[in-house]
């Protein structure tokens, strides 16, 4: 078994888990190359089966390739997709000019808590990855969060040998992270071997791509003629510019993803 | 065509401030592993904080850890050799954390070690030597750091090697390398130190790619674990992933501990290209069988010409606790071994070893945080597993205590408990359960009999007459009617152990082996007692009625476990 291999075992180990342990699962689907990677390796872990709802959460913000994307693909896989999109805030003018931070709070955070009290889902599976950035890198692969999704980072209980977190108070719920172990360049060395189809967005066009994607406003472009996978593999292996360098809200203050991920966000 | 590209786990551990964010820090520096982000936002954090630039910085993402200059939790982060790619675990070295050092250290395939030269061998250095061992982690390096405090001096060096060494191999850690490092220099961990030029070992750098991978969970026996079983189409695909060995379709198979036998059908795939015929040790698969009888989650699949796993309810194991609240006997906790889960309970605790001293307590009745024991424990169900030395996935196993992992351990080997407590003269035994507590257990409602110790007791032995729950007086006598023994206790000790054809009842309370005053008053009553029990033999109900008074010299007490 090769590095790919291998990731892709214990990924598909850990979409079973989570399919055995909770009754109320889904899976946060942002459109991106990681959570499409994910959608794909629970097709793998269920013999080509999608046991559980995607969720999109939908900040009205997004770049709309994505969109279409997204409906295409849903209607390829016959996927049960719920998209929610936290109207109330929206009409109450929210958007990044408010200030990012509170944008992300009210678009997803918020939006997501509202699904999931909606939904009442005790796991819900996330495609967040160790190396996007410092409070990733620090989570488990079950993580628990309070009713009002909160992480408790700094008092997390030990997760060792693949045993994962499965008890927990009523009203809690798991965030599930399988793919936390890959990296950027394991993600699209995986689409490659697979071929997985992406969002176009990820590949140059006049000298410009998206990296990573969020909302149009926040997300910017970075300088690549990458405009194949193969080119992408190749840009990656020789860059030394962080992954989510284009994300706006990242950079609100020093310690803003641990804020953000602290109170709920992705 | 993408090139097949290994990958090592290594962990780096060690006492609080020895410099262990610092190496890996280094490392990533030196290999050029980082991104440019990355240096930046420390620069700025430095700048904002007012605070020298630390490498240690790039690691502590959070800002409690960057404000108090110590790693609260686990960072994976790679880095790439010329052989291969690396994943380093940086695990915390201050006590408080030891859950996370942990949780970061089980997943490692190899061990840095790192220990301060000027300050020697610390609590956690030894600590985290042992858990080592306990996680069978066997390729360990040992980075003696700081070494421009001390002048880079060999004699030094030589002293905390020796030091080190010495408490390692008392554990079963034979490190392959002591390696003279200055991690904040940069003073052999990619390059060669020139201030050094006594040491003429490997850089850490070139040391890691000398490390070779386990290979040999290919060639153990099967062991596939049940994770799921799945009906969403026409196929009945038992799912799960292989933890070693390997699996062909048309292998005869046996499932532990049903012992069903049946033959593998088909491996199951959803894209062509995954179709297979054989699958291996780390694979997550999906296979059917002949027979569709009832299987569930936590029976083991075996090869039918493979070595067979154990079976069993009660075995001996290593326990480290991680837990807030102590490990005590008692009280019910969940086991959870590969896709197994279990109600267990800790039947004994054999002794309670001090990680950094070595130093063990064998009259321990609980294990603290942070501890670690030697326990036998006794699950509700039946369970399969494997001796930790045969098979370290299905040879350990966690402890859960109410919603939390709380502890870790591994298995040395299937145990036979005592039941009881014994009366010994010689070769003759009289097992005894008439010093066990009884006690209402809050929250579960219920009264339960425990045995606070598992003793021998010899003739001239103080005997714990008077317990929580129960009192016996100075003088009395033990009758065991079913292996026809009398015990004699005269002033709180064992005298006597005799046959009971040889007793005469002497005046003093007669109780029976597990404690129940007999209404015996002189000799003929003890004959009428004795012929009762002879003729009385397929009903021990009537029999206990008549002639005991259970409660007379016990009470119940409130227990919390």
């Given at each position: 078994m090769d590095r790919l291999d291998m990731l892709e075992a214990q990924s598909i180990y850990i979409l079973r888990e989570a399919y055995k342990s909770f009754g109320k699962l889904g899976m946060l689907w942002s459109i991106g190359k990681d959570s499409t990677v994910m959608l794909w390796l629970a097709k793998k872990a269920f013999f080509g089966h999608c046991p559980f709802p995607f969720i999109h959460i939908d900040t009205t913000y997004k770049i709309p390739e994505m969109i279409r994307f997204r409906d295409k693909i849903a209607k390829e896989y016959n996927l049960d997709l719920i998209v929610y999109t936290n109207w109330d805030a929206i009409n109450n003018g929210m958007g990044p000019e408010k200030g990012r931070l509170v944008c992300c709070k009210a678009l997803k955070t918020d939006a997501l808590q509202h699904v999931i009290d909606k939904y009442k889902f005790e796991g819900l599976i996330v495609g967040v990855r160790r190396d996007e950035e410092g409070s990733r890198s620090k989570e488990r692969i079950f993580s628990e969060r309070n009713k009002e999704s909160e992480w408790n980072y700094t008092n997390q209980p030990p997760e060792l040998w693949d045993q994962f977190k499965t008890d927990f108070p009523k009203g809690n719920h798991i965030r599930v992270h399988p793919i936390l172990n890959w990296t950027e360049l394991d993600i699209w060395e995986y689409i490659k071997r697979e071929n997985i189809p992406v969002v176009d967005l990820y590949f140059a066009k006049n000298g410009k791509r998206y990296r990573s994607l969020g909302c149009a406003q926040c997300t910017g472009q970075i300088d690549s003629n990458a405009s194949t996978v193969d080119e992408i593999i190749e840009e990656l292996k020789h860059t030394n510019i962080n992954e989510r360098a284009g994300r706006a809200q990242d950079k609100e203050d020093a310690y803003a993803m641990q804020k953000l991920r602290k109170d709920g966000y992705m | 065509m993408l090139k097949f590209r290994e990958t090592l786990k290594i962990v780096v551990v060690g006492h609080v401030d020895h410099g262990k964010s610092t190496v890996i820090g280094r490392l990533l520096y030196d290999t050029k592993s980082l991104p440019e982000g990355a240096i930046e936002k420390v620069k700025r954090i430095s700048k904002e904080t007012g605070k020298p630039f630390e490498y240690a910085y790039l690691l502590d993402?959070?800002?409690?850890?960057?404000?108090?200059?110590?790693?609260?939790?686990?960072?994976?982060?790679?880095?790439?050799?010329?052989?291969?790619?690396?994943?380093?675990?940086?695990?915390?070295?201050?006590?408080?954390?030891?859950?996370?050092?942990?949780?970061?250290?089980?997943?490692?395939?190899?061990?840095?070690?790192?220990?301060?030269?000027?300050?020697?061998?610390?609590?956690?250095?030894?600590?985290?030597?042992?858990?080592?061992?306990?996680?069978?982690?066997?390729?360990?390096?040992?980075?003696?750091?700081?070494?421009?405090?001390?002048?880079?001096?060999?004699?030094?060096?030589?002293?905390?090697?020796?030091?080190?060494?010495?408490?390692?191999?008392?554990?079963?850690?034979?490190?392959?390398?002591?390696?003279?490092?200055?991690?904040?220099?940069?003073?052999?961990?990619?390059?060669?130190?020139?201030?050094?030029?006594?040491?003429?070992?490997?850089?850490?750098?070139?040391?890691?790619?000398?490390?070779?991978?386990?290979?040999?969970?290919?060639?153990?026996?099967?062991?596939?674990?049940?994770?799921?079983?799945?009906?969403?189409?026409?196929?009945?695909?038992?799912?799960?992933?292989?933890?070693?060995?390997?699996?062909?379709?048309?292998?005869?198979?046996?499932?532990?501990?049903?012992?069903?036998?049946?033959?593998?059908?088909?491996?199951?795939?959803?894209?062509?290209?995954?179709?297979?015929?054989?699958?291996?040790?780390?694979?997550?698969?999906?296979?059917?069988?002949?027979?569709?009888?009832?299987?569930?989650?936590?029976?083991?699949?075996?090869?039918?010409?493979?070595?067979?796993?154990?079976?069993?309810?009660?075995?001996?194991?290593?326990?480290?606790?991680?837990?807030?609240?102590?490990?005590?006997?008692?009280?019910?906790?969940?086991?959870?071994?590969?896709?197994?889960?279990?109600?267990?309970?800790i039947a004994s605790i054999n002794k309670v070893i001090d990680a950094s001293t070595l130093f063990s307590n064998d009259d321990a009745k609980e294990v603290n945080t942070n501890e670690v024991a030697e326990v036998v424990i006794k699950t509700k169900d039946k369970i399969c597993f494997d001796e930790f030395r045969n098979n370290h996935v299905t040879g350990r196993f966690v402890i859960v205590d109410g919603y939390d992992i709380s502890g870790g351990g591994i298995i040395n080997g299937l145990e036979i408990l005592d039941v009881a407590n014994k009366f010994v003269k010689g070769n003759i035994e009289l097992p005894i359960t008439c010093f066990d507590e009884y006690y209402y257990l809050i929250p579960y409602n219920e009264i339960k009999k425990v045995a606070v110790e598992r003793k021998s007791y010899k003739i001239g032995d103080k005997l714990p007459i008077n317990g929580d729950t129960y009192y016996y007086p100075d003088n009395f006598d033990v009758i065991d009617l079913n292996n026809e023994l009398s015990a004699l206790i005269r002033d709180g000790k064992l005298v006597d152990l005799i046959n009971l054809n040889d007793y005469k009842y002497e005046g003093y309370p007669v109780y029976s082996s597990d404690g129940f005053l007999a209404r015996v008053k002189n000799q003929d009553d003890f004959i009428n007692f004795k012929n009762d029990f002879k003729e009385s033999k397929y009903d021990l109900v009537d029999f206990a009625n008549k002639w005991y008074d259970p409660l007379a010299n016990k009470r119940i007490v409130y227990k919390a476990v």
């Open positions: - | 993402a959070f800002e409690e850890e960057q404000k108090q200059g110590i790693t609260i939790d686990t960072t994976q982060i790679q880095f790439h050799t010329k052989k291969r790619d690396y994943v380093i675990i940086d695990a915390p070295g201050h006590v408080e954390f030891l859950k996370n050092m942990i949780s970061g250290a089980a997943n490692a395939e190899a061990a840095l070690l790192v220990i301060d030269a000027n300050e020697g061998v610390r609590e956690q250095s030894k600590r985290h030597g042992y858990i080592l061992s306990l996680l069978g982690i066997k390729k360990v390096y040992v980075l003696v750091n700081k070494m421009d405090l001390i002048d880079y001096s060999e004699e030094k060096f030589l002293d905390v090697k020796s030091d080190m060494d010495t408490f390692l191999k008392s554990i079963n850690v034979f490190p392959q390398k002591y390696i003279p490092v200055s991690a904040f220099h940069g003073e052999n961990i990619a390059l060669r130190s020139e201030k050094m030029p006594w040491y003429k070992g490997d850089t850490v750098l070139d040391a890691l790619d000398i490390f070779e991978k386990d290979k040999d969970i290919i060639d153990k026996p099967l062991r596939l674990p049940i994770q799921d079983v799945y009906k969403f189409d026409n196929r009945r695909i038992i799912a799960g992933r292989i933890e070693s060995g390997v699996l062909n379709v048309g292998d005869e198979i046996v499932i532990y501990p049903s012992k069903r036998a049946s033959k593998v059908k088909s491996i199951e795939y959803w894209q062509e290209k995954d179709k297979a015929t054989k699958v291996e040790a780390g694979m997550s698969v999906g296979i059917t069988l002949f027979d569709e009888f009832f299987y569930k989650r936590g029976e083991f699949i075996t090869r039918k010409d493979d070595e067979a796993p154990l079976v069993g309810d009660t075995f001996k194991a290593n326990i480290f606790w991680m837990g807030e609240k102590r490990l005590t006997i008692n009280k019910r906790y969940k086991l959870k071994l590969v896709t197994q889960e279990t109600e267990c309970e």
